[in-house]
């Protein structure tokens, strides 16, 4: 019996890690998914007297993107958000999560701005209504509101392709 309880927690440590090394460490779910987007109004970035938020996308495939300018992850997907907007293939709006609003307001004027907006979140309670582990994380809106996707790390052609496209064109969320 005094040697039963070590294995036990020994099995049950096996299983935790074994579960650990079969999953992939980037898809961390959303609650969201399949359900309806947090809603949220704050400040604009760029013009602070203006309130922006999700009913700024409401009605709309939109693609939310939550970024900062400390986070290497959003430096390295800026050129493919860029090449993106320009594209016109759908609307991009930011949460700028938990960052200095002059250093983004740089960040804007040196790399440019792909965003129809972006929200400012300093405080992060936007990015902690809508489960935002870390910049970036991009999530796919359908236009009844719906999380369709969440992309968690940078977002490049490829990833695009995969995941969001057929998304877009189907309309479902994803699994």
């Not at 369709?148 to 392709?161: D, E, S, T, Y």
Request: aromatic letters at 12%; glycine letters at 10%.
């Amino acid at each position: 019996m005094r040697f039963a309880i070590p294995i036990v927690v020994f099995l049950l440590l096996v299983v935790v890690f074994s579960f650990g090394l079969f999953n992939d460490p980037r898809e961390l779910p959303s609650p969201f998914l399949g359900e309806q987007a947090p809603t949220f109004e704050v400040a604009s970035l760029t013009e602070p007297e203006r309130i922006v938020g999700s009913a700024d996308y409401s009605g709309k495939m939109a693609l939310v993107n939550v970024w900062a300018t400390w986070c290497g992850g959003c430096r390295q997907e800026h050129g493919f958000l860029m090449q993106l907007a320009r594209s016109g293939a759908i609307p991009i709006y930011g949460i700028n999560w938990r960052d200095n609003r002059e250093e983004a307001l740089r960040w804007l004027q040196q790399l440019g701005d792909p965003y129809e907006f972006s929200a400012f979140d300093a405080d992060g309670r936007v990015g902690i209504d809508w489960g935002v582990y870390g910049a970036p994380e991009t999530f796919l809106i359908s236009p009844d509101g719906i999380v369709l996707h969440k992309h968690l790390g940078p977002l490049n052609a490829a990833i695009w392709q995969e995941d969001f496209v057929p998304l877009i064109d189907a309309g479902e969320p994803s699994s």
